[in-house]
């Protein structure tokens, strides 16, 4: 199975400054037709999770541009420009290109 | 708007069954494939398994073969995850998402949780 590995684990950000979290899989993700299919979740304190980004950096239809995504073959990252109250939960990376299909540990944005 | 409604979780004694169920509307679920996954509590999330758009293919994570089986009634517009054998490790929070192209989830109900406990 594709192991993802997100770091960090915790993230305390002040509000209005960036953060960035990292996603590293265990082999290349992508596939055959060229595609790369990493995604990227975000799932608010008693919420179900929300789709943010697609194939590495398709924002979501509603998603802030605040939010952005980037990487190839085994190393990705997702960006948050300025981080604002609502941004506070859990954020998951997720491979879509190989069976079973597999998700990141998950990194927790917070509040300083 | 896509709405998904899971429905049938509970408490169940290990090595029982439960179906789990999922009400899908606001757009064509016969053309959509469906997803089961889950969250143990404190947990993240586990993929569990994927039904194609017209039934033809199906997968499931290593841990649920030959224990779990995914369907769906297209004429109920209704996705089901039939659990058998439950073991004390499957008590999560299941949900249902639609599939976007590219097997990629997008839509997710609020879930439903179930506990395997003696």
């Known amino acids: 199975d594709v192991v993802m590995t997100q770091s960090p684990l915790s993230l305390p950000v002040t509000l209005g400054q960036p953060a960035s979290i990292s996603c590293r899989s265990s082999q290349s993700l992508v596939y055959s037709d060229g595609n790369t299919y990493l995604n990227w979740f975000q799932q608010r304190p008693g919420q179900s999770p929300r789709r943010l980004i697609y194939k590495v950096s398709n924002r979501d239809s509603g998603v802030p541009d605040r939010f952005s995504g980037s990487g190839s073959g085994t190393d990705f990252t997702l960006k948050i420009s300025r981080v604002e109250a609502e941004d506070v939960g859990l954020y998951y990376c997720?491979?879509?290109?190989?069976?079973?299909?597999?998700f990141g540990g998950g990194t927790q944005v917070e509040i300083k | 708007q896509v709405q998904l409604v899971e429905s049938g979780g509970g408490e169940v004694q290990p090595g029982r069954s439960l179906r789990l169920s999922c009400a899908a509307s606001g757009f064509k679920f016969r053309n959509a494939g469906m997803h089961w996954l889950r969250q143990a509590p404190g947990k993240g999330l586990e993929w569990v398994a994927i039904i194609f758009y017209d039934g033809s293919n199906k997968y499931y994570t290593d841990s649920v073969k030959g224990r779990f089986t995914i369907s769906r009634d297209d004429s109920k517009n209704t996705l089901y995850l039939q659990m058998d054998s439950l073991r004390d490790e499957d008590t999560a929070v299941y949900y249902c998402?639609?599939?976007?192209?590219?097997?990629?989830?997008?839509?997710w109900g609020q879930g439903t949780l179930v506990t395997v406990s003696s």
């Open positions: 998402a639609r599939s976007s192209p590219w097997v990629i989830p997008d839509y």
């Open positions: 997720m491979q879509t290109t190989h069976w079973p299909l597999t």
